[in-house]
């Protein structure tokens, strides 16, 4: 319960470090190009344990909060189902079977900082790629969304690395 | 009867993620066909309209240097506008409140309060709403052009389309040769260029001239500046033009807006549904 309480906290703040400080950051010529998304990472780190339709739930209302200050009814909603649905299908083919404890949250400590920065930057790529695609609905431009992806990926991994950082449990 | 229940409870997580992909889509697919869609939640609702005030609030004391700058810069431009006015009408015979003349246009000014420029359709939330008199289809400029049109209205807030946004069209004109065209925002644009179509090939458009509203939509009043050309090209097969233009207003930095009202609009409005 406390858990669930501290992860409600946490998508709280990312939800007011994502509207209020990365979605209006000018940062000149490269706005157009990086546009991370970082609310994901609740929804990435919740323990495999977790009903996937619970979580999809979840994602459904995370997204729908985030969709309200951006004016994008559906868009972001999408894609973080869409990263809650493909979630423990996509860690069960990267890792082995023992590879995790399925009652322990995932973070970099629990399954290994390598291990944690690939499967959040597949999860991530997948994340992003998704809401540019709606977002465009168009074809003609993929490779362009495919490496703006990548990018935002890239830079939304390194935030987590930051959350981790910050929130880690000092001995 | 069976299998079919056995194929519901195998495929159940599937079929949830189905079910809200396809209620996503048509949230969304709604939301975009319907270009005015006040009825739905949005920023323009009180409380999504007073965090995002709050933080306007907040955050407008960093920029007070290149607010005044903007807004003096604009005192400035009106200023020779009106010294140089008085002089013309001195020599001629023409009373300025004379009831031949009425006043067509009305200002309201409004501050930013959200903006978003990073996203293919990017909404603009002004702190204006029913209450000051602002409804749907107003048209919307800043300190240096146009900004766009309302398209959604609470009752103390108001969302505005801006050019950046895919669904933003307007019949603007080329200054010079004062032909017509249709500003869009296609998908090779950023946030500081727009595309104008329709302009005929056999105009001449160089670069650095200025592209300006043609008052043709009843919305902006004749010649407000949209951005100026930079960069012109023949579309093969066809007779139009293809021009890039700088769009004047910065939307990374965009503080001040004036609401436009046309005093005239519902007459404009009745003669449009006699076509």
Same mark, same amino acid.
């Not at chain 1, 858990?3 to 490269?30: P, T």
């Not at chain 1, 809650?84 to 629990?110: M, Q, R, V």
């Not at chain 1, 499967?119 to 490496?147: G, K, Q």
């Not at chain 2, 005044?68 to 009106?82: P, V």
């Given at each position: ?77 999408? +894609? ?30 629990? =399954?290994?900082? +390598? ?19 709606? $977002? ?36 | ?8 409870? +195998? ?46 609030? =907040? ?55 959200? +903006?978003?420029?990073?996203?293919? $359709? ?154």
């Amino acid at each position: 319960m406390i858990g669930f309480l501290q992860k409600g906290l946490l998508f709280f703040v990312l939800l007011v470090v994502q509207v209020f400080f990365i979605d209006q950051l000018d940062i000149g010529q490269a706005n157009f190009f990086i546009a991370p998304l970082i609310y994901g990472l609740v929804i990435i780190s919740l323990p495999p344990s977790l009903e996937i339709w619970l979580l999809m739930v979840l994602a459904l209302i995370m997204g729908l909060s985030i969709d309200l200050f951006r004016n994008t009814i559906g868009l972001n909603m999408s +894609s973080l189902v869409m990263v809650a649905f493909l979630k423990n299908p996509l860690l069960n083919t990267i890792f082995s079977k023992d590879g995790y404890d399925p009652l322990k949250e995932l973070n970099f400590t629990t =399954i290994g900082w +390598s291990n944690f920065l690939f499967f959040s930057l597949v999860m991530l790529f997948i994340h992003h790629f998704w809401f540019y695609i709606i $977002e465009d609905f168009h074809f003609n431009r993929l490779h362009v969304l495919l490496l703006k992806a990548l990018i935002n990926a890239l830079i939304s991994v390194g935030f987590f690395i930051l959350v981790h950082l910050i929130t880690i449990k000092r001995k | 009867m069976r299998n079919i229940i056995r194929l519901i409870q +195998s495929n159940s997580n599937l079929l949830l993620f189905l079910l809200i992909q396809v209620i996503c889509f048509a949230l969304l697919f709604n939301w975009r066909n319907t270009l005015h869609h006040s009825r739905y939640l949005s920023s323009t609702n009180q409380v999504f309209g007073n965090i995002l005030s709050i933080n306007a609030s =907040i955050t407008s004391y960093f920029n007070l240097t290149k607010i005044n700058q903007g807004l003096s810069l604009e005192n400035e431009l009106l200023n020779s506008k009106l010294y140089n006015q008085e002089i013309l009408v001195s020599s001629d015979f023409v009373f300025l409140n004379d009831s031949v003349y009425k006043n067509q246009y009305g200002f309201l000014y409004s501050d930013v309060i959200s +903006s978003q420029y990073k996203n293919r $359709e990017n909404i603009l939330i002004l702190n204006k709403g029913l209450k000051n008199g602002v409804r749907l289809d107003m048209g919307v400029i800043g300190d240096v052009g146009l900004i766009g049109v309302v398209v959604g209205v609470g009752n103390y807030y108001c969302s505005v389309l801006p050019i950046i946004n895919n669904k933003f069209e307007l019949a603007v004109r080329h200054k010079k040769t004062k032909s017509f065209g249709v500003i869009k925002w296609l998908s090779d644009d950023n946030w500081q260029t727009a595309t104008v179509e329709d302009i005929p090939s056999y105009m001449k458009v160089s670069l650095g001239d200025v592209i300006e509203t043609s008052g043709a939509t009843g919305i902006f009043p004749k010649g407000i500046l949209v951005g100026t050309v930079i960069k012109v090209e023949e579309i093969e097969g066809t007779q139009f033009l293809n021009v890039k233009i700088a769009i004047s207003e910065d939307y990374a930095s965009i503080y001040n807006s004036y609401i436009i009202q046309n005093k005239l609009r519902g007459q404009f409005k009745l003669l449009k549904q006699g076509e």
